[in-house]
């Protein structure tokens, strides 16, 4: 069973940064791809951030520029950097996980960005 633990929530005001860590139970190259989403009270689910397997990128319109997702596979770690936080960046962050058969969650991490 794959495990995802996210780390490196917090509180933080606007303008600032912070870096989530997504930690894999096993090799992040078994997955097709690793994404962020986050989930904002009273909000559905939604997209922030994807690497492939081959290591192409892509994200929401609404972090653009300043949100970087990377990985470390001798780590087996996922990261979202996220740079010139804002109010509206306050949610609950999750790491997703795709493999050809199943498709899996962590527990997720609070970020909450201050005016």
């Known amino acids: 069973q794959v495990q995802l633990v996210e780390s490196g929530g917090g509180l933080v005001q606007a303008g600032g940064s912070l870096r989530l860590s997504c930690a894999a139970s096993?090799?992040?190259?078994?997955?097709?791809?690793m994404a962020w989403y986050r989930q904002a009270p009273g909000k559905q689910r939604e997209f922030v951030a994807r690497i492939t397997i081959s290591g192409s990128t892509n994200y929401a319109d609404s972090v653009m520029g300043r949100f970087t997702i990377s990985r470390d596979a001798a780590k087996n770690t996922v990261y979202l950097q996220m740079n010139n936080l804002k109010p509206q960046d306050t949610a609950v962050y999750y790491c997703?996980?795709?493999?050809?058969?199943?498709?899996?969650w962590g527990q997720g991490t609070q970020v909450t960005v201050s005016s």
């Open positions: 096993g090799s992040i190259f078994s997955f097709k791809h």
């Open positions: 997703n996980a795709q493999s050809i058969l199943h498709d899996y």
